[in-house]
């Protein structure tokens, strides 16, 4: 049994899954469903500090719940303290969320180019600003996301930093910003960041199934683990986790029922929070056919259409085939 409840500030969640933060990915609709798979905190995307500001739609969309999605987190990601703040004081009264967590980890060029992200981890002045001016701002507990620094002590020093600053809790990815998705998740380095710190860790980086989940979170001693791209057109992988987690047994599945049965869930949580034509739902259907005998068919077809409406369409006829 490893599914401990965590703790972050007032905040004490059931278990201790997280779903990653993923531009393009963590929408409302996806957030609810890998809930109702069992993930027991949620993130969105990260959402521009200064699009947030300037009322841009798309980025005011991002930020959107629900009472069903709970609790969630919205992270920012930003390099300007002032903005940073300026948009989180927004976002806890507008959204409300459990948690404000910002990005120090995405090494996207156009991200770290405009000083965020990963290029924030290079000033460990501005990052201990950032977190402190939000941390007195804010009755939200905030939280950090990092990648690893090529030296262990490099880690080391801006996680403590962190921590001193406020933040309530931290996720480690385990790759340097340079290394994007190439290696493995360093696993010694996100260890030694649980040992050094007080506040909750998060263990992030190619959580994949049971035994990486159970590797992960034996090896690190970490308090909780962040799923991201195994839930992609997957969010099923946070209950599988969760009852090998639970039980040391593997849950039977027929992956092909699933994964359709899962995007059909997913285009109507969609329709009913009106976000289906905001929504990149071909990129979706394609990671929810991945690995299906009939999958190059079914994104052929997908392929072929117009709109969403007719993806909705085809997607509930293949689910009532196999029913
Ligand atoms: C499509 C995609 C979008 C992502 N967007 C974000 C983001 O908005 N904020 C963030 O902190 N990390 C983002 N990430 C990184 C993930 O949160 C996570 O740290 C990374 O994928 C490693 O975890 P994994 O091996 O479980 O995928 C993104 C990753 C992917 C694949």
Same mark, same amino acid.
């Given at each position: 049994?490893?599914?401990?409840?965590?703790?972050?500030?007032?905040?004490?969640?059931?278990?201790?899954? %997280?779903?990653?933060?993923?531009?393009? /990915? +963590?929408?409302?609709? %996806? =957030?609810?469903?890998?809930?109702?798979?069992?993930?027991?905190? *949620?993130?969105?995307?990260?959402?521009?500090?200064?699009?947030?500001? $300037?009322?841009?739609?798309?980025?005011?969309?991002?930020?959107?719940?629900?009472?069903?999605?709970?609790? %969630?987190?919205?992270?920012?990601?930003? $390099?300007?303290?002032? !903005?940073?703040?300026?948009?989180?004081?927004? &976002?806890?009264?507008? @959204? =409300?969320?459990?948690?404000?967590?910002?990005?120090?980890?995405?090494?996207?060029?156009?991200?770290?180019?405009?000083?965020?992200?990963?290029?924030?981890?290079?000033?460990?002045?501005? /990052? $201990?600003?950032? /977190?402190?001016?939000?941390?007195?701002?804010?009755?939200?507990?905030?939280?950090?996301?990092?990648?690893?620094?090529?030296?262990?002590?490099? +880690?080391?020093?801006?996680?403590?930093?962190?921590?001193?600053?406020?933040?309530?809790?931290?996720?480690?990815?385990?790759?340097?910003?340079?290394?994007?998705?190439?290696?493995?998740?360093?696993? &010694?380095?996100?260890?030694?960041?649980?040992?050094?710190?007080?506040?909750?860790?998060?263990?992030?980086?190619?959580? !994949?199934?049971?035994?990486?989940?159970?590797? +992960?979170?034996?090896? *690190?001693?970490?308090?909780?683990?962040?799923?991201?791209?195994?839930?992609?057109?997957?969010?099923?992988?946070?209950?599988?986790?969760? @009852? @090998?987690?639970?039980?040391?047994?593997?849950?039977?599945?027929?992956?092909?029922?699933?994964?359709?049965?899962?995007?059909?869930?997913?285009? +109507?949580?969609?329709?009913?929070?009106?976000?289906?034509?905001?929504?990149?739902?071909?990129?979706?259907?394609?990671? %929810?056919?991945?690995?299906?005998?009939?999958?190059?068919?079914?994104?052929?077809?997908?392929?072929?259409? !117009?709109?969403?409406?007719?993806?909705?369409?085809?997607?509930?006829? $293949?689910?009532?085939?196999?029913?």
């Amino acid at each position: 049994m490893k599914l401990n409840k965590l703790k972050i500030g007032q905040l004490e969640t059931s278990g201790n899954l %997280f779903l990653a933060p993923m531009a393009g /990915v +963590t929408n409302l609709a %996806f =957030r609810l469903l890998c809930r109702q798979h069992g993930a027991d905190i *949620t993130y969105t995307e990260m959402i521009n500090s200064d699009a947030l500001l $300037s009322k841009n739609r798309k980025s005011f969309l991002k930020g959107l719940s629900s009472p069903y999605d709970r609790p %969630f987190g919205v992270q920012l990601v930003g $390099s300007s303290t002032e !903005k940073l703040r300026e948009a989180a004081i927004f &976002v806890e009264s507008e @959204y =409300r969320p459990e948690v404000i967590d910002i990005n120090m980890g995405c090494p996207v060029q156009c991200i770290i180019g405009a000083g965020c992200g990963s290029a924030l981890l290079k000033f460990p002045k501005l /990052v $201990s600003e950032i /977190v402190s001016e939000l941390t007195y701002a804010l009755k939200t507990p905030v939280t950090v996301k990092i990648r690893i620094l090529e030296r262990d002590e490099k +880690t080391l020093e801006i996680a403590q930093l962190i921590e001193n600053a406020g933040a309530l809790a931290i996720t480690v990815h385990g790759r340097e910003a340079k290394q994007m998705y190439s290696g493995s998740s360093d696993l &010694v380095a996100i260890r030694a960041v649980k040992r050094e710190l007080s506040i909750p860790v998060i263990a992030n980086g190619d959580i !994949k199934d049971e035994e990486s989940a159970e590797n +992960t979170i034996e090896f *690190t001693g970490c308090d909780g683990l962040m799923i991201g791209r195994a839930a992609m057109g997957n969010p099923f992988i946070f209950r599988r986790i969760r @009852y @090998y987690l639970e039980t040391g047994q593997k849950l039977e599945l027929d992956r092909q029922a699933r994964q359709l049965e899962d995007f059909k869930s997913y285009i +109507t949580l969609l329709e009913e929070h009106n976000l289906l034509s905001s929504q990149n739902l071909r990129m979706h259907a394609h990671w %929810f056919t991945k690995g299906l005998h009939s999958s190059r068919k079914i994104r052929e077809k997908i392929n072929g259409l !117009k709109d969403e409406k007719a993806i909705f369409d085809l997607v509930r006829s $293949s689910c009532k085939e196999k029913d």
